[in-house]
Each structure stands twice: as structure tokens, then as C-alpha cells.
């Protein structure tokens, strides 16, 4: 599998899956989950709406993942997963890890080669950037899947530069 980098905005990425950075409502929010929503239109949300109204009417579980259309954007899905919020005091990096084998499961599932990652918990969640690229660089690195492109979208260049030297 190639892992890349790109400095620029998950939403303009034409690979097969774009992942969204979600909460467990799937209802949308801030960052990259109101970007995604902004950009793909009311589609997405109609389908978050009725997966809550089927199998998840719990929300979706941190570490989880379950895709959508995409709606008006490039891509042809998007996969949602819910990041865990980042705690000084407890580790909770197997549930990150997990967002980002459970993307590559369902994009799996999809048939989807090519799949973008935002990184996941790093905005609102608050979590240090140097971690959360150390965790997802190993996850994505490990995963048994067929896809054969995840790229890394970071949306601001010292995020960039720290995947960047992380990779390396
Ligand atoms: N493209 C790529 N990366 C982006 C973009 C973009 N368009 N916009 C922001 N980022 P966040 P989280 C970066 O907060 O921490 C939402 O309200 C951003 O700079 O989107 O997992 C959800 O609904 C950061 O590095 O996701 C949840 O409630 C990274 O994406 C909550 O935020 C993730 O930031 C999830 O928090």
C-alpha cells in the first residue's frame, strides 16, 4: 500500500472514499465534518439520518466506521468515524488505531482502492498532532486490506510537516 501526503482540504480529493472525522450522532458538526457536509450537499445527511434510524440509533461508537454516499463531492463515498477525544490521564490510542482499520475494513467492503484520511481526533477532540500521526501511521501500516492508496489530508502545514517527519 502507498501512504501519501498532501497538504490541502479533504473535500477536494477525488479518491474512492473521503473518511470523515464524525461524532457519534453522525448529524454532523464542525471541522471536517461540516466541511464534508457543507461541500457533499444534503444527501450525506440524509443517509447519516436514516443509518440512525436503523442500525445505529445509538450513535456510532468511537472507533467505528460506517459509510455513506458522497454525495456532490469527488469522492464516491464517505466513510464516517467517530475519534475518541483525547485524555491526559487515560489511553485511549487502541480506540484511534481502531477509526483507522475500520475505515480500511469498510472501504474493503466498498471495493474503494483509494481512501483519504483527515487526522481523525486531532481538531476538537484535542489531540497532540506528533501522537496522532505516530498512531495512525501504524494502523494504516498494519491493516490487512486491499486498498491500495491512503492518503494522508492535512489541512495545515505545520500538521503536514509533522506527518511528514513522522512518515520518515
Ligand atoms: N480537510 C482536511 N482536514 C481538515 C479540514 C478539511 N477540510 N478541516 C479541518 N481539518 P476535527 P476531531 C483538520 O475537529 O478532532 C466535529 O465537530 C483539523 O485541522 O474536524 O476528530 C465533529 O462533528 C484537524 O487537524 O475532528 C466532532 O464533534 C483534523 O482535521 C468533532 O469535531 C480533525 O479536526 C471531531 O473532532
Avoid at 457533499?40 to 440512525?52: Q, T, V, W
Avoid at 486491499?146 to 500538521?159: K, M
Amino acid at each position: 500500500m502507498d501512504i501519501t501526503l498532501v497538504h490541502g482540504d479533504i473535500t477536494q480529493q477525488k479518491t474512492d472514499a473521503v473518511v470523515n472525522a464524525a461524532n457519534s450522532s453522525l448529524l454532523g458538526g464542525g471541522g471536517v465534518d461540516g466541511a464534508i457536509h457543507r461541500r457533499g450537499g444534503p444527501e450525506i445527511l440524509a443517509e447519516c439520518r436514516r443509518l440512525r434510524a436503523s442500525h445505529y440509533g445509538g450513535g456510532l461508537p468511537a472507533g467505528q466506521a460506517v459509510a455513506t454516499t458522497a454525495g456532490l463531492l469527488p469522492a464516491r463515498w464517505v466513510i464516517h468515524t467517530v475519534g475518541p477525544v483525547y485524555s491526559a490521564t487515560e489511553d485511549r490510542s487502541a480506540v484511534l488505531a481502531s477509526c483507522y482499520r475500520e475505515c480500511l475494513r469498510v472501504a474493503d467492503d466498498l471495493g474503494a482502492a483509494s481512501v483519504a484520511f483527515p487526522a481523525v481526533s486531532t481538531g476538537v477532540y484535542g489531540w497532540p498532532m506528533d501522537d496522532a500521526a505516530r498512531i495512525a501511521l501504524a494502523a494504516v501500516r498494519s491493516a490487512s486490506t486491499r486498498v491500495s492508496e491512503a492518503r494522508f489530508v492535512l489541512f495545515a502545514r505545520d500538521a503536514y510537516d509533522v506527518f511528514a517527519s513522522a512518515l520518515r
